[in-house]
């Protein structure tokens, strides 16, 4: 019955290995994000897929790669993965605009050591 | 960056009406407000949006100013489940419009 889920909601790893994370909404929404929320509480959009096309792609390191394989997934590859990666990472839906109300999943915590 | 400004903490006593400003004196014409709360370990989650009327919902009511350059979210009767970070934002209608979440407020309702 979750709107917007995300798998796993923790994720410890060691720094260099390349991991995922994966987001799947069953609103039918058309609209899917990634953000991004440090040690500082700071929350800041890394992407935006409409559709399977990507609308907003923050200055985000490449070695962060969101894959849409469907309109109701939206999954996030980080390569290489580095000590500043540490963050919760919020997926999140809405019908069609940012301005549409945004559906959040309960988070991913991802600790690199 | 954020085109709002909130104050850092607010408190408010359960039972009472929880009064959080904002303001966003930078506003465009056609922008709306929204707000956004996030409790502890949570995502953001949606509460209410406005452009120049006041609005009301189940959760919330949102009073703009005329002139548009300030707003206020009124949690009428606030429990200790609305202890959360609240969040003000400006946001437009385009597709490449995003939500940048400032710092909000954080508002912790005691017993």
């Known amino acids: 019955d979750t709107a917007v889920s995300q798998t796993p909601k923790y994720l410890v790893t060691q720094m260099g290995n390349d991991k995922s994370i994966k987001c799947e909404q069953n609103?039918?929404?058309?609209?899917m994000y990634w953000y991004k929320q440090d040690s500082k509480k700071f929350l800041k959009i890394m992407f935006s897929y409409n559709n399977k096309e990507l609308i907003i792609n923050e200055t985000v390191p490449n070695r962060f790669s969101p894959k849409s394989p469907d309109k109701a997934h939206l999954n996030l590859h980080i390569n290489s993965l580095e000590l500043g990666d540490s963050a919760v990472y919020f997926c999140?839906?809405?019908?069609?605009?940012?301005?549409?109300?945004?559906?959040f999943g309960p988070g991913t915590r991802l600790t690199v050591l | 960056d954020a085109k709002t400004t909130q104050p850092p903490s607010m408190d408010c006593a359960e039972g009472r009406a929880a009064n959080l400003p904002c303001n966003h004196s930078?506003?465009?014409?056609?922008?709306?407000v929204y707000w956004y709360r996030q409790i502890h370990s949570q995502g953001p989650q949606y509460i209410i949006h406005g452009l120049k009327n006041n609005e009301t919902n189940e959760m919330a009511s949102l009073i703009i100013t005329e002139d548009r350059k300030s707003s206020t979210l009124i949690l009428p009767h606030a429990t200790l489940r609305d202890t959360a970070v609240y969040y003000c934002?400006?946001?437009?209608?385009?597709?490449?419009?995003?939500?940048?979440f400032g710092t909000g407020t954080r508002l912790q309702v005691f017993p």
């Open positions: 609103l039918g929404h058309d609209t």
């Open positions: 999140a839906s809405s019908q069609l605009r940012s301005t549409d109300t945004q559906y």
């Open positions: 934002i400006a946001l437009g209608g385009l597709s490449t419009d995003k939500l940048i």
């Open positions: 930078t506003i465009s014409g056609n922008e709306y």
